[in-house]
């Protein structure tokens, strides 16, 4: 049972934009209006904010394995009944001369199940086109349908930077423990600009805001800073006004001496009154992540594992106010 577009677009998550082409079904998690946006603070956050980060197919099938092939991109991570199955790179699939690769849908000792949740985590961290997807043997393919939905808005931390695998940043992992419908709109060395935000379509229930770190990095004086940050919260706010929204100050960068900005101290406690005077739940970023072997090897990023870390000290902060 192979999928048309129509299907494609019913069991995608965490798209705003799906359309096709002549090499296969192409996705974004933005506007083109938020893609301008992007490319107007420059050129290498726009190009960034093409990846798929957090795009997923997510479904139900009673069929005997499933087929497909990314026509462009890399690394995809299977997940067969909520549980991780491996992590593919088509790079090297393509390179072998392969037009596609099979999964089959059985569990750990080998016996077929009478039905499959798929769930297909695209790259988080470049692009990708979906060659086709077959459903073998299949005679349905059915969406998902989730309780909840959440929009993350951030930086590189956000999106997964560096993360070993495609499903296993922290904003995946919330994902998986909300079983929700998310969207990830986050981008490598994105910062508080109101021009990459805007009407996209989706409704969350709850919203994470992280930004800062780059902030902190680029901004020219601590007056550029705040006024970039309360611009864009009173954005965020104007668009979700009933939305609980969640400001996560920054983890710890260990590169932290004083910029133009100001102190790294005067950043994070900046954004969590500006936050605060908002409405907006303020969560402490070092309550949530600890140190040294942790991080990757540039002192600003999470590991594998401390993508695990953050998750787990993240979501009882959010259950507080969530009660989901």
């Known amino acids: 049972m192979k999928a048309d577009l129509d299907l494609i677009k019913k069991i995608t998550v965490g798209a705003v934009r799906i359309w096709e082409a002549p090499d296969g079904v192409h996705f974004s998690r933005f506007t083109e209006e938020e893609e301008a946006g ?27 394995e499933v087929a497909f092939m990314l026509s462009y991109g890399n690394s995809v991570d299977v997940w067969l009944n909520g549980v991780y199955n491996r992590s593919l790179k088509f790079a090297d699939i393509r390179e072998a001369g392969e037009s596609e690769m099979r999964i089959p849908l059985v569990d750990q000792l080998g016996t077929p199940n009478a039905e499959t949740r798929v769930t297909l985590w695209f790259p988080c961290h470049a692009g990708g086109v979906l060659g086709f997807l077959d459903a073998v043997g299949a005679t349905y393919i059915r969406p998902l349908e989730y309780r909840h939905r959440i929009l993350f808005l951030g930086d590189s931390i956000t999106q997964g930077w560096n993360s070993a695998r495609e499903s296993m940043s922290f904003a995946s992992r919330v994902t998986r ?12 060395g994105g910062y508080f600009s109101t021009a990459t935000i805007g009407e996209n379509g989706f409704k969350p229930d709850a919203i994470t805001i992280a930004y800062g770190t780059n902030d902190f990095t680029r901004s020219q004086s601590p007056e550029e800073l705040q006024g970039n940050c309360t611009a864009y919260l009173d954005k965020v706010k104007a668009l979700y006004p009933n939305v609980p929204i969640f400001v996560i100050t920054p983890i710890i960068r260990h590169d932290n001496a004083e910029r133009k900005a100001g102190t790294f101290d005067w950043v994070r406690k900046t954004i969590a009154a500006e936050a605060s005077a908002r409405g907006m739940n303020v969560i ?3 309550s949530l992540f600890p140190t040294d072997e942790f991080y990757f090897w540039d002192s600003v990023h999470p ?22």
Do not use: H, M
Not at 177 to 188: P, Q
């Open 284 to 286: 402490d970023g070092f």
């Open 303 to 324: 590991n594998e594992a401390g993508f695990a870390e953050y998750a787990l000290a993240l979501i009882p902060q959010l259950q507080k106010v969530l009660k989901w």
């Open 38 to 64: 992007w490319y107007s603070c420059t050129k290498v956050l726009g190009d960034r904010s093409r990846s798929l980060c957090g795009i997923r197919l997510d479904f139900l099938t009673d069929a005997d």
């Open 177 to 188: 423990f909300y079983d929700a419908d998310t969207l990830n709109c986050s981008v490598g």
